[in-house]
């Protein structure tokens, strides 16, 4: 089922919500998520954490002020628009995401938005099964925050396993083509350690690698 | 196993031998059949304020080296619980020597040494066992982890990430931290959820 779209108007999130972007390759990601970070930096009431591998998320915020036609700088000094660093080590990963998202709560913003790109099996990224715990994970992060987050899943450059186990399973709603739908693929994270993590098929066997 | 329930299980066998080392190896403590040595254990008992580790390593017998072995491991919190099952012929009674982890007490360690078989002779010859190799003490990988990092391994077998470990167990974040690398160290694997897969394949986990 579709949800909140129509031909005109932009997708609307429900809130909290973790929504991963199928796309095929950056010219197809670029004008969804730079539209749903534009709306973060339009409403002053809002803010927003762009998160990815080292330089990715200082990358694409320069994009989206060659997009808008102005710097951020105000509103980063002032803690508004905040990046997020990817970590090989799923855990520091975890806390590099959560303290900025706990710091923008704490300071009251009615929505939290964040954009994840997503990369997988490479340097400064945490291994494909912790990265697909670390997604399903933030979904209990935000379950109790006003936090929309975006995770574009780039069909050109992921294996078709990190589609199947982490796009499709680790996230309630789906942006593909503009439409919002909810994902009858996903698993809650409270099952999905035992119903997929541990059935990953390069888990299996003794010889794990 | 921890080192109690060890010794208190031990302590109902006859003919157990009960010795409490320190963190360099030196008894601290020993019950009477340890003190009184029968002669039947035919490794020597070494008494209260000598170094239990440094008597054994000069022996060129393997059980005494492979007990040598096993405390250096429990000492170094390489391993929680260590067995090493010895007869020398097949006329010989057969000796099985523990060593554990104290718990809650530091580095130190218990030794129990006791008479586990018969001396039928069609009883099957038993050399040494050791679960060692290369000189390494030992056991299976799942039993080099302590008792904590075990309940910091069922925790992360639930799905459990690091500030909720330590919410459950009241202990430090970064002490989990800390727990949770030695968990992925010692199993041997490269990730998080390798070392919680290999546990779960391999029982070390519960299923349910």
Partial sequence: ?209 | MGGEVVARSAIDQQRAGIAVVDSDGTVTWTDEAWAADDGEASLPRVPIGANLLEAYREYSDPRAQAIANAIAAVLEGKVTYFEIEHRSDPDSPSFLTSVAALRGSGAGAVVIDKVVGGREPSERHRPTVVRASGGAPFGHEGERLTPREREVLDLMAMGLDNRAIAAKLRIEYTTVRGHVRAVIEKLGARSRLEAVARAYRNGWVPKG
């Avoid at chain 1, 105000?74 to 855990?91: C, K």
């Avoid at chain 1, 990224?125 to 006003?146: G, Q, R, T």
């Avoid at chain 1, 996230?171 to 350690?193: A, K, M, W």
Wanted: contains cysteine.
């Fill in chain 1, 1 to 209: 089922m579709s949800i909140g779209r129509d031909e005109r108007a932009a997708p609307v999130y429900p809130v909290p919500s973790h929504v991963c972007l199928l796309h095929h390759g950056e010219a197809e990601m670029r004008p969804a998520v730079l539209e749903f970070m534009r709306e973060a930096v339009d409403r002053p009431n809002e803010a927003l954490l762009c998160f990815g591998e080292p330089g990715v998320g200082e990358r694409l915020l320069r994009d989206l002020e060659a997009h808008m036609g102005h710097e951020f700088t105000a509103d980063r000094r002032a803690g508004r628009i905040m990046v997020g660093e990817a970590h090989s080590d799923v855990d520091q990963q975890l806390e590099n995401f959560i303290a900025p998202l706990e710091e923008l709560r704490a300071r009251g913003f009615a929505l939290v938005r964040f954009v994840g790109v997503v990369a997988w099996d490479v340097r400064h990224f945490p291994p494909p099964e912790d990265f697909l715990w670390f997604e399903s994970k933030m979904n209990e992060v935000i379950a109790e925050l006003p936090v929309v987050g975006l995770c574009p899943y780039d069909l050109a450059r992921i294996p078709a396993r990190g589609i199947a186990y982490g796009a499709l399973e680790t996230h309630p709603f789906v942006l593909c083509d503009g439409v919002l739908r909810e994902n009858p693929q996903f698993i809650p994270p409270d099952r999905y350690v035992r119903e997929r993590l541990l059935r990953l098929p390069w888990l299996q066997g003794e010889g794990l690698s």
